[in-house]
């Protein structure tokens, strides 16, 4: 690997982290350039800086995520109770339940960490996909379009690989078995319309929300 090479990954790790615009980009490229001499930067070089500074993001966030509490404890990942059926979780914390909720709420995210560990090969493989046009057009993009190009590339096949997996993760920790306590408590409450959520579909789509949050 020549030095010109070495240098782009580490620029680009250092500013993919940092959130450069689109200036600070070329600037600091055009630097880099000059720093080499007549050893300059090629597109293609910068291209592969970028993938290996997104495939290290992609890892620490997966690796995160895929940790006890990493879904849990983080205020901005966390699974909630299913939003759709509010009225599922006030109801019973009215009438003395929200320990139920509680746990029940727990385990779902528990299930979502076990689920993540399966998330990183998918996203690498489409990083290692990324054609130049790709790269450069996430570099002198909007800050969120390393996001976006990922959303584009993999949710789909994220979530198909994922409901089968975060569905066997529910099973494992008992999220599916205390939500259909919940819900069958709460159907025999009187007077109340009664609810039956998929909760494969939600805790799906939020844990793929969640690691696009932190990646």
Request: charged letters at 25%; glycine letters at 8%.
């Amino acid at each position: 690997m020549r030095k010109g090479y070495s240098i782009g990954i580490l620029f680009l790790t250092v500013g993919l982290l940092l959130s450069c615009t689109s200036a600070q980009i070329n600037q600091a490229i055009s630097d880099a350039n000059k720093t080499l001499g007549g050893d300059q930067l090629t597109s293609a070089e910068v291209a592969e800086g970028l993938k290996e500074a997104l495939i290290k993001g992609i890892s620490t966030g997966s690796d995160q995520a895929s940790q006890l509490d990493g879904y849990f404890k983080n205020p901005k990942i966390k699974i909630p109770f299913p939003p759709e059926v509010k009225k599922v979780e006030d109801k019973l914390r009215q009438i003395g339940l929200g320990g139920e909720v509680d746990k029940f709420v727990m385990t779902l995210n528990r299930g979502a960490e076990d689920a993540a560990k399966e998330a990183k090969p998918i996203f690498i493989s489409a990083i290692k996909s990324m054609t130049i046009q790709d790269a450069w057009g996430i570099l002198r993009g909007d800050k969120d379009a390393a996001t976006q190009y990922l959303m584009r590339t993999t949710s789909s096949q994220l979530k198909a690989k994922f409901q089968p997996v975060i569905e066997n993760s529910l099973n494992k920790v008992n999220a599916t078995k205390y939500y259909g306590d919940i819900v069958n408590t709460y159907n025999k409450v009187p007077f109340v319309e009664k609810v039956n959520p998929d909760l494969d579909e939600y805790a799906t789509d939020r844990a793929i929300e969640g690691l696009f949050t932190l990646i």
